[in-house]
């Protein structure tokens, strides 16, 4: 098969499926078509926000569908006299058949964990929530499910002892652009082996974050909690309440170090230095280096010290 007789449609919203729809752009790939999610307002303007796939779709000159309802006769006729050959799915929704089992060479999917552990929203931050040493990307055929198909390529990385979700995310977003172009290589060159991932027990979720999964348990011991401060570092990021004197506020905690140490003192204690706000926890310390307050921006802690008293019993809840 000749690289120009590939005629790919792209399916992709946030910045980590830029990386690979510009690999594909500039290995002179033919997108035929980006699909991305609908402009939605933002802001305290309500302003109308384009994804970062739109974004760069436009400026170099792709055509773009935003459809609301994927089975929509409309967009299914927009799709199909597309005339794609080959969809590729990068951080979208879930597709509905009449949608992935168009093409004839099919549908895959680029995802950042090692399937078939962590199917999901969140695997990037699962893994290191939960302490893993090693991730990586995984790029499979779409079925009926969500991340069961059978699997193409996968590509590991190991995860560093201080790795955040932040510094992770990139490095994935550039290991599955490769990644993807190298499943389209097989692909174009009539090559693939599919895998199909075994139906295991027990396997790891990535489930979707919201508040109450990112809340700190200050009575969990020292590693469990700085595994999940980096894991949500720096989006959404991990939050707690700050007792201080009558007031509570709701916090968000970034950046941290974790200090191994036996200790007497009461899980969420703070103990404040001049330049220091470490919570004494099971097993040591968390080292707070970066905090938010309600309605303030991020600051180092530093800073925050320099500026805000704390109650002589103020603790983190």
Not at 28 to 34: E, M, Q
Not at 77 to 83: I, N, S, T, Y
Not at 181 to 204: F, R, S, Y
Not at 230 to 255: H, Q, S, Y
Request: aromatic content about 6%.
């Amino acid at each position: 098969m000749k690289r120009d007789s590939l005629k790919i449609i792209f399916m992709g919203t946030p910045d980590f499926a830029v990386a690979t729809l510009s690999a594909l752009v500039d290995q002179k790939y033919d997108v035929v078509g980006v699909i991305t999610a609908p402009d939605k307002p933002a802001g305290r303007g309500r302003k109308l926000n384009e994804s970062a796939v739109k974004k760069y779709a436009v400026k170099n000159g792709l055509t773009v569908l935003q459809p609301t309802n994927l089975k929509h006769p409309d967009f299914i006729k927009e799709l199909e006299a597309l005339q794609a050959n080959l969809h590729i799915v990068v951080a979208f929704r879930m597709l509905p058949e009449v949608v992935w089992n168009m093409p004839a060479y099919g549908t895959f999917n680029l995802h950042a964990s090692l399937l078939p552990n962590y199917r999901g929203a969140a695997p990037i931050h699962w893994a290191i929530v939960n302490g893993e040493k090693v991730s990586g990307v995984t790029t499979f055929f779409i079925d009926d499910k969500i991340d069961t198909g059978a699997i193409i390529l996968q590509e590991a990385i190991a995860i560093e002892d201080d790795e955040t979700v932040g510094t992770l995310h990139d490095k994935l977003m550039n290991l599955g652009s490769a990644l993807v172009i190298k499943t389209v290589d097989i692909i174009q060159a009539g090559e693939v082996q599919t895998t199909i991932q075994p139906k295991t027990e027990n396997l790891k979720t990535a489930y979707k974050l919201n508040k109450d999964n990112c809340k700190i348990d200050w009575s969990l011991d020292v590693d469990t909690i700085y595994n999940k401060i980096r894991g949500l570092n720096p989006f959404p990021a991990a939050w707690c309440v700050l007792i201080n004197g009558e007031e509570e506020l709701n916090v968000k905690i970034f950046k941290v170090e974790k200090e191994t140490i036996d200790h007497n003192m009461i899980n969420g204690t703070l103990d404040i230095s001049k330049n220091e706000l470490k919570v004494a926890v099971r097993g040591g310390y968390i080292n707070i280096k970066e905090i938010q307050l309600p309605g303030k921006r991020k600051m180092d802690i530093k800073s925050l010290l320099n500026g805000y008293n704390f109650a002589e019993n103020a603790k983190m809840l």
